[in-house]
């Protein structure tokens, strides 16, 4: 017999923007979220990207497509890594092989790329922020789109999300909040309202509630069976009477839910009742994260954020390189330096996978802080331990310290309170592209008095240098790059460096190479071949951005003519220009400096080593540099 014919993507097909969506049955819808589902399963196994967060939005996606007038009612998503198949049905389906590759799409909503995309998303919190605004201007301009944020139970936990909330309650515009609650951050959620979202989901208060009034009415003598017949029969009003959500309700909104988050005859029934509500509305949706692949629904933390995979197995496609990241050496240290000295603690900002604390949170689970999505928090409570005599560790990626400037200048710098920053993913980031690229640390943090910074040429220098900073009594931050070491042998002892000493690793005359952090390699290499060519190249690794090492490197400015700056951070006010300060300061003339770096722009998605070679960062954009240089 034949075997039956099969039609990929049967409905998908038919689909290529949301007005198509509403010709479709339940059942078709149904078979659709399917279909998108098998798409984003096989393209972010060849990209890498946020699988579980996206797998877990599909028929929440449809239902409000479906029932909302798109893109004239606004659809404003939190963070924008749940959007894959708010992508696939918003006439980027063709284009979706191409998510977070360079040129190709970005894996998180852009205004550029889509109508649909009503506000950039990367960083958690924003939504609902952004939908008050959008409220207020539908009545400004005398319009009446509906307004929808789309906000995760995880990133509720931000500031933001509470401010946003607090403010929209009040104002009473018109504004439609969907919480989609998979009970997860990138980790399991943490906090109070992650608890009462809980309870809420397992309806255990109506439970208590439901059981307190039996235990009352049975104890009525006579009557008091007959009335528990009655209540028992009317448990459902019961249900509604003890309303769920009183909380949102406090805050002004009109709370509907819990929601099951992925029947779609239910979501589109009650959003198109919803549809007809005014004023604030807080939808309470419950999803599944991973929903659909079995290997993201028992273990969504790993496939959040997930490199290229085998769709079969789920593993990850093996590494080439067998360093351990940054992130894991960092992990490593932590514990030890921990295990050795009961003082030090570790905050993260709900990343403990990201930031390599596992390990940490394992061995030492009562100095394990993640406060949530709460950079801010992070910051001012590790300040807060600091005063009380603890040496904090706050681990966060650069992108997401940019949330706490104030924090760390005014509750940490000011007091001058020895808080370690672990600066990770500082630099390139690669494909989560312009929202997450760690290029401004350097510059933000630069300005501010008496903080120490550094940065590592390589992993084993980062042990060294969480040593010195744990033991430094000032404010620190050490940067350090997204992915592997270079893979050199780690030193069995960690030691403390002298703090503003740089140092220098190749000898030469004709130029000088100033570079800092994971450039020093390769502008090491790129010295050696020009070595080979019998040209002279001094490089030094500064290991400080802050104290500069001034006798290392205006002694060199004294005997090298020639000098070349080199970091991963925008030009404006990073490394290079703190040497070019310390030159002037020092009134250094007869040089010509040149500072390789990030001009003033925004880095969009693709590879790290793309990206490296774009921006002419890599060992041959440095030999180029450098060979430019020298030909003047
Ligand atoms: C300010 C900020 N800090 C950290 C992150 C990293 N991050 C991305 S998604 C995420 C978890 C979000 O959880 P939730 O909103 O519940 O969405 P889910 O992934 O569970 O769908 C985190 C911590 C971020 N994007 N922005």
């Not at 196994?45 to 929440?60: C, D, M, N, R």
């Not at 497509?65 to 890594?81: A, E, K, Q, S």
């Not at 958690?124 to 789309?150: D, P, R, Y």
């Not at 490296?612 to 041959?620: F, I, P, S, V, W």
Request: hydrophobic residues 40%; charged residues 20%.
């Amino acid at each position: 017999m034949k075997p039956p014919e099969i039609i990929p993507y049967s409905v998908l097909d038919s689909v290529n923007d949301p007005a198509d969506l509403r010709s479709l049955s339940v059942a078709e819808l149904q078979k659709l979220a399917g279909e998108i589902r098998d798409l984003i399963i096989s393209t972010v196994a060849a990209t890498g990207g946020h699988l579980a967060s996206s797998l877990g939005a599909v028929e929440l996606t449809l239902a409000l497509h479906y029932v909302f007038n798109t893109p004239r009612d606004r659809l404003i998503w939190d963070v924008g890594h749940q959007s894959y198949a708010h992508k696939i049905v918003t006439g980027r389906k063709e284009k979706f092989a191409t998510l977070r590759q360079q040129g190709g799409l970005s894996g998180f909503p852009k205004r550029t790329e889509s109508p649909y995309d009503t506000f950039n998303a990367g960083h958690s919190g924003t939504s609902i922020a952004a939908a008050a605004a959008f409220a207020e201007a539908q009545c400004l301009k005398g319009e009446h789109n509906k307004i929808i944020a789309v906000i995760g139970d995880g990133s509720l936990t931000t500031g933001m999300a509470f401010e946003g909330l607090n403010w929209s309650g009040d104002r009473k515009k018109n504004l439609i909040i969907v919480l989609n609650d998979n009970e997860m951050s990138i980790s399991p959620n943490v906090g109070a309202l992650s608890s009462y979202l809980n309870r809420i989901m397992t309806g255990d208060r109506v439970t208590r509630f439901k059981s307190e009034l039996k235990n009352f009415f049975k104890s009525i003598p006579g009557i008091g069976e007959q009335i528990l017949k009655f209540s028992q029969q009317i448990e459902e009003s019961v249900k509604t009477f003890v309303v769920p959500g009183a909380l949102f309700e406090e805050l002004g909104f009109t709370y509907v839910g819990p929601l099951e988050g992925h029947r779609l005859d239910y979501l589109l029934k009650n959003f198109e009742n919803v549809k007809k509500l005014e004023g604030p509305v807080l939808v309470h949706v419950i999803t599944q994260k991973g929903r659909g692949y079995k290997f993201a629904e028992e273990n969504s933390p790993t496939y959040h954020g997930i490199a290229p995979f085998d769709v079969e197995t789920g593993q990850t496609l093996p590494s080439v390189n067998p360093a351990p990241s940054y992130t894991e050496i960092f992990g490593r240290t932590m514990t030890e330096l921990a295990a050795a000295d009961s003082r030090i603690v570790a905050v993260t900002a709900a990343m403990c996978e990201g930031t390599g604390l596992e390990k940490f949170r394992k061995a030492h689970p009562g100095r394990f802080y993640d406060v949530g999505i709460a950079e801010q928090l992070a910051v001012t409570f590790a300040a807060g331990l600091a005063t009380e005599g603890l040496t904090p560790v706050v681990a966060i990626y650069s992108t997401f310290l940019q949330r706490a400037y104030d924090q760390i200048l005014h509750d940490v710098c000011l007091q001058n309170l020895p808080v370690v920053f672990a600066v990770d993913r500082a630099g390139i980031v690669g494909e989560d592209g312009a929202t997450h690229q760690g290029l401004f640390d350097l510059s933000y943090l630069r300005n501010l008095p008496r903080l120490v910074m550094m940065a590592p040429k390589d992993e084993n220098e980062l042990r060294h240098m969480l040593k010195t900073a744990v033991g430094c009594g000032s404010p620190v931050s050490i940067r350090y790059p997204r992915g592997k070491g270079v893979g050199v042998p780690l030193d069995s002892e960690i030691t403390t460096l002298p703090l503003g000493r740089g140092e220098v690793l190749h000898e030469g005359t004709d130029l000088a190479m100033m570079a800092v952090g994971s450039t020093v390699y390769p502008a090491l290499q790129a010295a050696r071949k020009l070595a080979a060519e019998g040209i002279g190249v001094k490089v030094i690794n500064a290991r400080f951005i802050k104290p500069l090492d001034a006798e290392l490197l205006l002694g060199t400015a004294a005997s090298v003519k020639k000098i070349l700056t080199i970091e991963e951070n925008v030009l404006d006010g990073g490394f290079g220009s703190a040497v070019l300060e310390l030159f002037a300061q020092n009134d250094v003339t007869g040089i010509t400096v040149r500072r390789l770096g990030v001009r003033d722009e925004f880095v969009e998605h693709a590879k790290q080593s793309e990206l490296r070679a774009q921006l002419g960062l890599d060992e041959e954009g440095i030999l180029r540099a450098a060979r430019e240089m020298l030909q003047k």
